[in-house]
């Protein structure tokens, strides 16, 4: 159910918009009551909301005497978006309507070494086709949305000293990607995305998460209040560089040592097991192994997921989730590495932050980093004040 907005706040066309997302069609009347503006204010809103699509007519009510009156819904497909999420080998896009629903979708090896203008020339290139083939012309295109697997800068939208993207420090993508596609472009790294995608998809219940990537390398993505928590600079759940006790001899490719990547990603334990005689490459490697029911690998991701877990024990102490949701790769191996993350936590953390605490595996697959990026574009968007102080809305807020 909508609440009711809090005595003197500002309800304009944007905030009535907000109370329409969850689909369901209400009347003038009953927007006029859950916000208590009066009813030639909420026809004035509803009416500049209808000219520019977001909401539509639904039909109407059952009559009590008199006309019947008109019912207004959401209109997720006023609008798309396109989300491109860009790992270290891969590339996933999706083209969205304003609902996260996926209209088109492609996925691809593409080595993000490649450089800036190589990967992001073929994310264009590959986005259009999409519109193409989801049947949207460009003019319909809210914006695109970008992941990529590295620290960013969200302000700004640039790498900052990314390990595994040469080229890509400070380059500055929005504008690059605007030239070629000229709507808003916004940025931000792989993991965020991903429990973006993740939230939005499959865990809207949930207004406070951590989403844990285990892959090729380990990152978290925060979500407080139903929104992603980036930080000062955009640094915020970088846990996979936290120290791991008893590690110090393990080096990692930050240049410190005992570092949570190190020991415990997708990597350590392909090495581990490459040391130990098996041949295994990387975390998909890993991961066969271990759905073989390889030992020496079913042990080693249990171990993994105790060592996320002792990190994640001092995140559920300091933030409280309600949710730890185990995505990337090494998720795939089954129920061993959240196994052992739930082991730890529960031993580790508060009685009263465990109480209530759910642990469960990613819900939305490979596909949650593109529509992560897409969801990121829609809430900025849809934010109300920010849809108040357009041109659209300006004289009717």
Same mark, same amino acid.
């Given at each position: 159910?909508?609440?009711?907005? +809090? ?5 304009? #066309? ?25 009813? &030639? ?21 059952? &009559?009590? @005497? ?5 019912? $207004? ?30 209209? #088109? ?28 083939? *989801? ?19 969200? !302000? ?5 000293? /990314? ?5 890509? !420090? ?27 995608? %993740? ?11 951590? $989403? ?19 930080? #000062? ?36 334990? +392909? ?20 759905? &073989?029911? &390889?030992? /020496? ?12 877990? %002792?990190?994640? *024990?001092?995140?559920?102490? $300091? ?14 191996? @089954? ?37 992560? +990026? ?8 849809? !934010? /109300?004040?920010?849809?108040? #102080?357009?041109?659209? $809305?300006?004289?009717?807020?």
């Amino acid at each position: 159910m909508p609440r009711r907005p +809090a005595p003197g706040a500002s309800v304009g #066309a944007g905030a009535l918009l907000q109370l329409l997302r969850d689909g369901t069609p209400r009347t003038r009347s009953e927007l006029s009551a859950i916000t208590g503006l009066a009813r &030639s204010t909420v026809t004035g809103r509803v009416d500049a909301l209808l000219a520019s699509g977001l909401i539509a007519p639904t039909g109407e009510t059952a &009559s009590t @005497g008199g006309r019947p009156p008109a019912t $207004f819904a959401f209109n997720p497909a006023a609008r798309i978006v396109l989300g491109a999420d860009l790992g270290a080998t891969h590339a996933r896009l999706a083209v969205t309507d304003l609902a996260g629903n996926v209209l #088109a979708a492609a996925t691809a090896d593409l080595d993000i070494a490649l450089g800036p203008k190589a990967v992001l020339d073929w994310t264009v290139e590959h986005g259009l086709a999409l519109l193409t083939e *989801a049947g949207r012309p460009v003019g319909d295109l809210l914006g695109v949305g970008i992941g990529l697997p590295g620290p960013v800068e969200h !302000d700004t939208g640039r790498a900052v000293n /990314p390990p595994i993207m040469p080229g890509w !420090d400070g380059f500055d993508v929005p504008s690059y990607v605007r030239e070629r596609i000229p709507v808003p472009v916004m940025v931000d790294n792989d993991v965020n995305i991903m429990a973006l995608g %993740e939230h939005f998809t499959a865990w809207r219940e949930h207004e406070h998460l951590l $989403f844990i990537k285990a892959a090729t390398g380990i990152g978290c993505g925060i979500i407080v209040g139903g929104q992603v928590y980036r930080g #000062a600079q955009g640094a915020a759940g970088d846990m996979g560089h936290i120290r791991v006790a008893g590690a110090d001899d393990v080096h990692c490719r930050c240049g410190n040592t005992g570092c949570l990547e190190a020991v415990a990603s997708g990597a350590a334990i +392909a090495k581990r097991l490459t040391d130990q005689g098996i041949r295994a490459g990387g975390s998909l490697d890993v991961v066969e192994l271990a759905r &073989s029911g &390889s030992v /020496p690998a079913l042990r080693l991701v249990r171990q993994a997921g105790r060592d996320i877990g %002792e990190v994640l *024990a001092g995140a559920v102490n $300091f933030f409280n989730p309600s949710i730890i949701v185990i995505g990337g790769s090494l998720a795939l191996a @089954g129920d061993h590495l959240i196994a052992g993350v739930r082991e730890v936590i529960y031993q580790r953390s508060l009685p009263l932050a465990t109480r209530h605490l759910r642990i469960a595996a990613a819900r939305t697959g490979e596909g949650s980093g593109a529509i992560g +990026a897409g969801v990121m574009v829609i809430e900025h968007a849809l !934010d /109300p004040a920010r849809l108040d #102080a357009s041109t659209d $809305f300006k004289t009717n807020g």
